[in-house]
Antibody, heavy 120, light 107 residues
Framework: QVTLKESGPALVKPTQTLTLTCTFS??????????VSWLRQPPGKALEWVAR???????FYNTSLKTRLTISKDTSKNQVVLTMTNMDPVDTAMYYC????????????WGQGTMVTVSS | DIQMTQSPSSLSASVGDRVTITCRAS??????LNWYQQKPGKAPKLLIY???SLQSGVPSRFSGSGTETYFTLTINNLQPEDFATYYC?????????FGQGTKVEIK
């Protein structure tokens, strides 16, 4: 059974750095073609893709956020970590991680999400 | 980045209706278009990938079609559990983008 679970702080202050961890099971990020993405959704708004890391350690970032983002993986721990610097209240959102098998090219399994509020 | 535009933003329909949601891409994305369903307080669920392939476990009343820049999601015989928000998403570019969503409400 494939599962993903996000963890991290529920509340961060403006200008702080957010670190989120996606812990997964049931698949390996070492497998050819496997990818994991982070996405987010502000309350009442649409989904937004944030970043992606691939089995071969290729990394891709949302164009409008890329100067603030770093994505990394720890294959031995089955974890993907996202850091986002200089947090702002507009970054308040539900943050999800999701798997992308290359045969689908789509986000087929999602975590439950973790709500992050940016407020002083 | 590729812009995805869905229409309508919301619609009201009755159980048993046929519903069609449209998604347009700002440039050709071939058939690299996926559809998701999201219910309140839940993570999105993959319904259809690469335009028309039904994800495992998804009822056959859901179908997708289209190519290049114009795509549709059709729900036949709308069921109570189908009232939700639907998103299209392109996987043509490494920089994935979503439509703004279409909320399907009960008439």
């Amino acid at each position: 059974q494939v599962t993903l679970k996000e963890s991290g702080p529920a509340l961060v202050k403006p200008t702080q750095t957010l670190t989120l961890t996606c812990t997964f099971s049931g698949f390996s990020l070492s497998t050819d073609g496997m990818r994991v993405s982070w996405l987010r959704q502000p309350p009442g708004k649409a989904l937004e893709w944030v970043a992606r890391i691939d089995w071969d350690d290729d990394k891709f970032y949302n164009t409008s956020l890329k100067t603030r983002l770093t994505i990394s993986k720890d294959t031995s721990k089955n974890q993907v970590v996202l850091t986002m610097t200089n947090m702002d209240p507009v970054d308040t959102a539900m943050y999800y991680c999701a798997r992308i098998p290359s045969r689908l090219g789509a986000f087929d399994i999602w975590g439950q999400g973790t709500m992050v509020t940016v407020s002083s | 980045d590729i812009q995805m535009t869905q229409s309508p933003s919301s619609l009201s329909a009755s159980v048993g209706d046929r519903v069609t949601i449209t998604c347009r891409a700002s440039q050709s994305i071939s058939s690299y278009l996926n559809w998701y369903q999201q219910k309140p307080g839940k993570a999105p669920k993959l319904l259809i990938y690469t335009t028309s392939s039904l994800q495992s476990g998804v009822p056959s009343r859901f179908s997708g079609s289209g190519t290049e820049t114009y795509f549709t999601l059709t729900i036949n015989n709308l069921q109570p559990e189908d009232f939700a928000t639907y998103y299209c998403q392109q996987s043509y570019s490494n920089y994935r983008t979503f439509g703004q969503g279409t909320k399907v409400e009960i008439k």
